[in-house]
């Protein structure tokens, strides 16, 4: 569980988006966090704190004159085995509060009175108006002066009926970024492209020869990748994943297109990572009607010309990035991998059992490089794509 033992303290403001703060509890629990929520007078005018509690399964702290703590000190005890706050949502005005060191109630008090190394996560909730404002900007470049991290806001339809910048994060995005809150950045400010997926070659307009790659794997190392810092571009080729938070992503279908993509992008990244597995041939004579049935008896005939290899010619650039290849082999994992390696003319390749691994969430991989190979045991894809990650940052 990626926030085990995580204690957060999650701080409501008043707003609509109150309501995600629920889902929000429900989703830090079940990744392993416990959480104790605090909120403003003004939180729970949209959701009641009978509702965090219950939800929670701890005591919900709402004022500063609570005797609930023995000490009377809500303001220092709650923050003081606590891993993060998390201030899901944050108004316009408590945003304000905190840029000014105001401290007129628990939560404000509470951050303000929070250990310098804690770190403060803020999910700022509001009208797009507001958002825009000067004032907001000029209060959220100030959060991020003084070290505070501010997540999203995202943009679309608003409770309020309007369109634009404002809306909190999703409870899914807020999560992936409060974990990635807690990762090394091994990576920070480092420019990394991923190749992920299948690639879907056309026999005509309906038809097409594709694998069982479904892209775990690649997601997983391009969230990996941004959780460490780096500014990360995911070439994909058609998976159902949901993009990671802050990854851009560029959807293509045929090997050629993943190329096309690759090649436009691939300049002033430091590292390319190709986990895709692409289709080593496409259909030379595919057709532009769909083939039907009835033709005279005879079967269709697939001529079949090479692809180019992406790996290989990105690494072959006087401008390279640090480049990693995927091995998949079905058999003699070692001969077959160190081999490709040396092929494709890559420091670092990762072998694994590639009909073992299509489609699963787990996976175990070898790192093949200059120096020898290392295994990297059985575990989730998520947490083999951290190691890896923290396995290319060492080699760059
Ligand atoms: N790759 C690529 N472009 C291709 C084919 C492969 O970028 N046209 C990349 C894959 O993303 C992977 C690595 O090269 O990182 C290994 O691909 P694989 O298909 O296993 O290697 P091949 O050299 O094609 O060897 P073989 O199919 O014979 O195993």
Redesign the pocket.
């Given at each position: 569980m990626d926030l085990a033992g995580k204690k957060i303290v999650l701080g409501l403001t008043g707003g609509i988006a109150c309501y995600k703060a629920a889902e929000l509890t429900r989703a830090l629990i079940k990744a392993g966090a416990s959480v104790q929520v605090v909120m403003t007078e003004a939180a729970t005018h949209f959701i009641t704190p009978v509702t965090m509690q219950a939800l929670s399964g701890q005591t919900v702290y709402t004022s500063q004159w609570d005797a609930r703590v023995g000490n009377n000190m809500a303001h220092i005890d709650l923050t003081r085995h606590a891993d993060a706050i998390v201030l899901a949502p944050c108004s316009a005005d408590f945003m304000a509060k905190l840029v000014q060191g105001r401290c007129d109630d628990l939560l404000s008090t509470l951050c303000l009175a929070r250990p310098h190394a804690l770190p403060l996560l803020v999910a700022p909730a509001m009208n797009v108006e507001m958002w825009q404002n000067p004032a907001t900007q000029r209060n959220v470049a100030q959060l991020k002066a003084d070290g505070i991290h501010v997540l999203g806001p995202g943009t679309g339809e608003q409770a309020c009926g309007e369109t634009g910048l404002g809306r909190m994060l999703e409870p899914e995005q807020l999560l992936e970024e409060i974990i990635a809150a807690f990762q090394q950045k091994v990576l920070q400010g480092k420019r990394v492209l991923v190749?992920a997926g299948p690639t879907f070659e056309p026999i005509d307009p309906v038809r097409g020869i594709t694998n069982l790659s479904s892209g775990k794997m690649g997601y997983a190392i391009a969230r990996a990748a941004r959780e460490a810092g780096a500014v990360v571009t995911l070439v994909s080729g058609p998976t159902a994943l949901t993009t990671p938070y802050g990854v851009k992503r560029i959807d293509i279908t045929s090997?050629r297109q993943m190329h096309e993509a690759v090649m436009a992008t691939v300049g002033g990244n430091e590292v390319f990572i190709?986990?895709?597995?692409?289709a080593?041939w496409h259909v030379s004579n595919a057709s532009t009607q769909k083939i039907k049935k009835d033709q005279d008896g005879k079967t269709p005939a697939l001529e079949f010309a090479p692809?180019?290899?992406?790996?290989a010619e990105v690494a072959a650039r006087h401008d390279a990035p640090y480049c990693v290849?995927?091995?998949?082999?079905s058999e003699r994992l070692l001969q077959?991998a160190e081999a490709?390696r040396l092929?494709?003319n890559i420091p670092l390749l990762v072998g694994n059992i590639g009909h073992q691994t299509f489609g699963r969430d787990d996976n175990e991989l070898v790192l093949f490089d200059a120096a020898g190979h290392v295994a990297l045991p059985r575990a989730g894809k998520q947490a083999l794509a951290r190691e890896l990650i923290a396995a290319i940052a060492v080699r760059l």
């Open positions: 190749t090997a190709a986990v895709a597995a692409v080593d692809n180019p290899d992406i790996l290849g995927f091995a998949a082999e077959h490709k092929k494709k």
